[in-house]
């Protein structure tokens, strides 16, 4: 016989599912902090013991988390691993978290032991930190504490890599070092697609990769232009295929070496939020910024620096914005200064968790701009920095016609309403629901 739902076990209305769905994440919430506490619990059972002792011969210390926190007897792993019927490797890394957690993120700990953080929220916190030094992961668990269970991954990596410049410059400064290293140009010649294709893989530093970007972004335009009805991707693949057969038919590799600058090829803005005199002066250790065509990833003064100095790239600081000014403009379509600072207030696009880059993002007028209104009377909806927020396309579109709808409380902060009533508040410190007091009934 083939079993059927029936309304004791299948909510019948959309808002009961969402709600019975809720549920169902506390109760395994609620469940996952149990484990974690038993896990927590098994690890002090199983002291690492002296070397003089003789029991220890049977034991294998290891450290799992990061500095400071204790050893465990591996040894112990495999018992938990075939309880619960997973691998040691899988085992391994949970009890690595929890002691991670336990042991260098107290406040974070505490939270999740209260209910007041999300247990794989805080796990991916822990994740983050095991190889941060004692005072930098104290420094990002005082900085996520209160708000882990609001943190998209672009922001974890800005703090993370926040609490490296901080905390551990010389590090930072080996890392950086060491990031020369891992610059490659990969071809894949061992494997090449039926269609005639052959994969390639780089990394560059960023100015590099931005000014091939330019370059390829420029060449494929051309061709467009000249008639090509190649689709983008390719007209993209064959510019850069043109990059390299110029270069060869200007002989670069029999040219003297020039005796006079090179002019600058490229000329690259970079949206870089940290005062000037840090890139031009000399500014404390630490000082940092962060890139937003670099993905939004923190970069010290000190790299900034150096690319200023480099004669083929010629770099453009924005000046600082004043992001409490408002400004307005007559019309539907947003000044360019308008456009910059919407983007430096919301950073990504605003919807619920999502954390799409502000820069590729719409422009949206949170209340509707009325394209219809009479002359004489007052726009509802003004082209002004107090009514536009970034949206990326997907949730522009789910703004405009899939019945969410939004209101700014206050700059860079909104309210949004899904179309089952549940809200929530997005701000700089990420996304949290607002609690309702009624639902309204389905529609």
């Not at 043109?242 to 070496?257: K, M, N, W």
Request: glycine share 6%.
């Amino acid at each position: 016989m083939t079993p059927t739902a029936t309304t004791t076990t299948v909510p019948d209305t959309p808002a009961g599912v969402l709600a019975a769905l809720r549920a169902e994440q506390d109760l395994r919430s609620a469940s996952e902090v149990r484990s974690m506490r038993l896990a927590a619990h098994w690890v002090d059972l199983h002291p690492v013991l002296d070397p003089a002792d003789p029991s220890a011969c049977f034991q294998s210390p290891k450290t799992l988390a990061g500095e400071g926190s204790p050893a465990i007897d591996e040894f112990t792993i495999p018992d938990l691993a075939t309880i619960l019927g997973q691998t040691c490797d899988a085992i391994g890394s949970w009890l690595t978290d929890v002691i991670e957690l336990r042991h260098r993120l107290p406040h974070l700990w505490a939270g999740v032991l209260i209910g007041d953080v999300t247990p794989w929220r805080a796990r991916r916190v822990a994740q983050t930190t095991v190889d941060l030094t004692p005072a930098a992961a104290a420094y990002v668990d005082e900085q996520t504490a209160w708000c882990a269970n609001r943190l998209t991954p672009t922001q974890l990596t800005r703090l993370i890599d926040h609490a490296r410049a901080r905390h551990m410059p010389d590090q930072r400064a080996a890392d950086l070092a060491a990031a020369a290293d891992s610059r490659h140009v990969t071809f894949t010649t061992d494997q090449v697609s039926f269609d005639g294709t052959m994969h390639l893989e780089a990394d560059l530093t960023i100015p590099d990769a931005l000014t091939l970007a330019e370059a390829v972004t420029h060449g494929a335009a051309r061709l467009a232009a000249l008639g090509s009805t190649d689709t983008l991707d390719g007209r993209r693949a064959t510019a850069l295929g043109d990059l390299a057969r110029h270069q060869l038919a200007f002989g670069y590799d029999t040219d003297p070496a020039p005796t006079t600058p090179v002019p600058a090829t490229t000329q690259i803005v970079l949206h870089a939020h940290l005062p000037a005199d840090a890139i031009t002066g000399h500014p404390a250790s630490g000082l940092t910024g962060f890139v937003e065509q670099a993905g939004g990833r923190v970069l010290t003064a000190e790299q900034v620096r150096i690319w200023c100095g480099r004669p083929d790239v010629q770099i453009t600081v924005r000046p600082v914005l004043d992001l409490h000014q408002r400004l307005e403009t007559t019309g539907y379509t947003p000044t360019p200064t308008m456009r910059e600072h919407v983007i430096a207030r919301d950073r990504t696009c605003v919807f619920p968790w999502c954390g799409r880059n502000a820069r590729g993002c719409d422009l949206d007028h949170v209340t509707p701009y009325d394209h219809d209104l009479p002359p004489g009377q007052t726009q509802p909806g003004p082209t002004a920095t107090d009514n536009l927020a970034a949206l990326c396309r997907r949730h522009h579109r789910l703004k405009t016609h899939g019945r969410w709808h939004y209101a700014m409380t206050a700059a860079g902060e909104y309210v949004w309403t899904s179309p089952h009533g549940h809200q929530y508040l997005r701000d700089h410190t990420g996304t949290r629901e607002i609690e309702p007091t009624t639902h309204p009934p389905d529609e």
